[in-house]
T-cell receptor, first 110, second 122 residues
Framework: EDQVTQSPEALRLQEGESSSLNCSYT??????LFWYRQDPGKGPEFLFT???AGEEKEKERLKATLTKKESFLHITAPKPEDSATYLC???????????FGKGTSLLVTP | GAGVSQTPSNKVTEKGKYVELRCDPI?????LYWYRQSLGQGPEFLIY????????DSGLPNDRFFAVRPEGSVSTLKIQRTERGDSAVYLCASSYRDRGRFVGAGVNNEQFFGPGTRLTVL
């Protein structure tokens, strides 16, 4: 059975303090790994899709990487507006449903 | 362009009542998904439509839950005999997908989510 584990559960950073969020997964065949951002009271907002080990994608201060067992979301010089819950999800090769982790709650203080 | 919309944004009902939740996907998106999210958890898959048909309903928790998409656009999630444990945020997502086409790297596969409907069963 697919399993997605995100760590840490919560992270508090000072503005400008870079860090990484981890997403470990076990699937029988990975179609894609997805990162979403979710603000309180809103639906998840799509950030990245990664399809194969070694792939990297960047968007502003965020960079996502993928290995055969885990993905990292690197946040460089974060700002308070980056505060949100970051969700990781995997999609198995045989289907289209997303299997989400519980998320990492990120707080960036000025 | 408009994103995924969901109505109502909030629904409060009493145990045992019937509720309907509506989802309007992004125009042109052929695939539609329902998820539900409990507090402190990630979204949990319920059902997936490709066009008008339910391609995967393996996430529906029991036969009180049912969803339709009669014209391949708007979808309605129906919950009969609601229970307090059904309280959650119900999320809808849509994506573009060609029927029968291999989906791999570089092909649009992203699911775009609506704002959700918060269901509270008293």
């Amino acid at each position: 059975e697919d399993q997605v584990t995100q760590s840490p559960e919560a992270l508090r950073l000072q503005e400008g303090e870079s860090s990484s969020l981890n997403c470990s997964y076990t699937v029988s065949g990975l179609r894609g790994l997805f990162w979403y951002r979710q603000d309180p009271g809103k639906g998840p907002e799509f950030l990245f899709t990664l399809y194969s080990a070694g792939e990297e994608k960047e968007k502003e201060r965020l960079k996502a990487t993928l290995t055969k067992k885990e993905s990292f979301l690197h946040i460089t010089a974060p700002k308070p507006e980056d505060s949100a819950t970051y969700l990781c999800a995997v999609q198995e090769y045989s289907g289209y449903a997303l299997n989400f982790g519980k998320g990492t709650s990120l707080l960036v203080t000025p | 362009g408009a994103g995924v919309s969901q109505t109502p944004s909030n629904k409060v009902t009493e145990k045992g009542k019937y509720v309907e939740l509506r989802c309007d996907p992004i125009s042109g998106h052929t695939a539609l998904y329902w998820y539900r999210q409990s507090l402190g958890q990630g979204p949990e898959f319920l059902i997936y439509f490709q066009g008008t048909g339910a391609a995967d309903d393996s996430g529906l928790p029991n036969d009180r839950f049912f969803a339709v998409r009669p014209e391949g656009s708007v979808s309605t999630l129906k919950i009969q005999r609601t229970e307090r444990g059904d309280s959650a945020v119900y999320l809808c997502a849509s994506s573009y997908r060609d029927r029968g086409r291999f989906v791999g790297a570089g092909v649009n596969n992203e699911q775009f989510f609506g704002p959700g409907t918060r269901l509270t069963v008293l």
